[in-house]
């Protein structure tokens, strides 16, 4: 798939098959994360890999707008250094890159932010100087995407005329 037509077609999708998801097809999300630019180059984060049933249930139980998790192939949590004032952003290009390498190969994701704070730390043994910034869950969508998205259309109305009449 080409780049613009993946960013195109992508789709937040929370519903997932049983199927599990191909270690190749794993290693090549891991590796966009990992190669993923961040902030001065400071790579800060850390990325926990969940991707077994009984860890990816405690995920959804330590998380509050994520339960959806529990039936993905497999989870990455992004945690980031906050002495970065910039560490947010650098969370927030991971995760989309996790998630475009994904869905080259047919694999559907979504992220969620709402957590549980203490219980997840515990949980997952997080460190105190690292922030839970994201989590991404992964697996095989359980129906046929649309493709099709829910955005603005106003917001091409900034474009230059001579740009908009192509649209
Ligand atoms: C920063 C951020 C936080 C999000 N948090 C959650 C979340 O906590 N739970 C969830 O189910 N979806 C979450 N989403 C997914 C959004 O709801 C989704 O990207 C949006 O509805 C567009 O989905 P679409 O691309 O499938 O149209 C989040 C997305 C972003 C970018």
Redesign the pocket.
């Known amino acids: 798939m080409d780049a613009y037509q993946c960013i195109a077609t ?5 519903e997932f098959t049983s199927r599990t998801v191909p270690t190749e097809v794993k290693l090549k999300v891991l590796e966009s994360a990992r190669l993923t630019g961040s902030g001065m180059n400071s790579q800060h984060w850390r990325f926990i890999l969940i991707q077994n049933h009984s860890n990816l249930r405690r995920l959804a139980e330590a998380s509050t ?2 339960t ?1 998790v529990e039936n993905c192939s497999f989870a990455v949590i992004v945690l980031t250094n906050p002495k970065h004032g910039f560490h947010m952003i650098d969370a ?1 290009r991971v995760a989309q890159d996790m998630q475009i390498a994904a869905w080259n190969y047919g694999v559907t994701s ?5 957590i549980r704070e203490e219980r997840f730390r515990k949980d997952f043994n997080i460190p105190k100087d690292l922030n839970i910034s ?1 989590i991404v869950g992964f697996g095989y969508p359980d129906r046929k995407l649309s493709g099709k ?3 603005k259309a106003s917001q091409r109305t900034c474009l230059p005329r001579n740009l908009r009449k192509h649209i």
């Open positions: 992508k789709l937040d999708q929370r707008t994520g959806w927030g979504c992220v969620f932010t709402g994201i998205k829910n955005r």
